[in-house]
């Protein structure tokens, strides 16, 4: 089989391995090809013109060939638009690269997901403090529902039924969106859900669920994290876990 060429690929570095005491193993997630690993072949000299440019969270456009599990990296170039973000934008947004690490397949395009992505990262860029926790709660419910992880948000789950704009409701990750009559004020109102459902489905729905999201950070941070931490497979993702452990400094 001829091996396959890619060129002028949008693309952002997730994550990287040592391969040999000059390349690295890559882990890149591209708007057409989704999720890929490729091999940077003396990235890790000094004279190497990838050295300055294969960086997290950075807008980068690459060509890579080949058609094993792990393809060549032949050329990558930093397209702009914003500098590296930093402090707690740059640990959210290395929590963002653990999410699609853990939750994307190798080789499974979702290109919505990855403007969606790259919006989120130029927001954290920013330096606006007060977006970061917006766009980290818009993120992880556009990322649940491109995989396929997150139930409808406009009836509860197991029965089917309307939610009532009234009534309080729980996002379970085993049951989906579940009526509790006794979970108090912790959990969002049917009404609530309804917005967020009608903010996904919008033409524009990262902007959408920033508008939503602004005034639900507190409820929404206990059911996402419990989704999120059931279909990762994990009790604390590393991420998280590193954000906490620099909090109690």
């Known amino acids: 089989m001829a091996s396959q060429r890619i060129a002028d690929e949008p693309a952002y570095v997730l994550h990287r391995y040592d391969w040999?005491?000059?390349?690295?193993?890559?882990?890149?997630?591209?708007?057409?090809?989704?999720?890929?690993?490729?091999?940077?072949?003396?990235?890790k000299r000094p004279t190497s013109s990838f050295r300055p440019v294969l960086l997290p969270l950075q807008p980068l456009s690459l060509a890579f060939g080949g058609d094993g599990d792990i393809r060549t990296l032949k050329s990558a170039e930093w397209v702009g638009g914003?500098?590296?973000?930093?402090?707690e934008a740059l640990l959210s947004g290395y929590y963002l690269n653990e999410l699609?690490?853990?939750?994307?397949?190798?080789?499974?395009?979702?290109?919505?997901?990855?403007?969606?992505?790259?919006?989120?990262?130029?927001?954290?860029?920013?330096?606006?403090?007060?977006?970061?926790?917006?766009a980290l709660r818009a993120f992880e419910l556009l990322l649940l529902k491109h995989m396929g992880l997150l139930p409808a948000l406009n009836t509860q789950t197991l029965t089917l039924q309307p939610l009532t704009p009234q009534h309080r409701y729980n996002l379970l990750p085993e049951a989906g969106l579940q009526w509790l009559p006794d979970d108090g004020c912790q959990a969002?109102?049917?009404?609530?859900?309804?917005?967020?459902?009608?903010?996904?489905?919008?033409?524009?729905?990262?902007?959408?669920?920033?508008?939503?999201?602004?005034d639900l950070l507190v409820q929404l941070q206990r059911p996402l994290?419990?989704?999120?931490?059931?279909?990762?497979?994990?009790?604390?993702?590393?991420?998280?876990?590193?954000?906490?452990?620099?909090?109690?400094?």
């Open 188 to 214: 969002l109102t049917g009404a609530q859900w309804l917005a967020l459902h009608t903010a996904l489905n919008a033409a524009s729905p990262l902007a959408a669920l920033l508008r939503e999201c602004a």
């Open 82 to 87: 914003h500098v590296m973000p930093t402090g």
């Open 100 to 134: 699609l690490m853990r939750l994307t397949a190798r080789d499974d395009p979702h290109p919505q997901l990855f403007d969606v992505y790259a919006a989120a990262v130029r927001l954290l860029a920013s330096g606006d403090a007060q977006a970061l926790q917006w």
């Open 20 to 43: 040999s005491e000059t390349s690295l193993i890559l882990e890149v997630f591209t708007r057409h090809h989704g999720r890929t690993a490729l091999v940077a072949k003396g990235v």
């Open 225 to 249: 994290r419990l989704m999120l931490n059931y279909h990762c497979g994990v009790g604390t993702l590393r991420t998280r876990q590193m954000m906490l452990d620099l909090q109690t400094l």
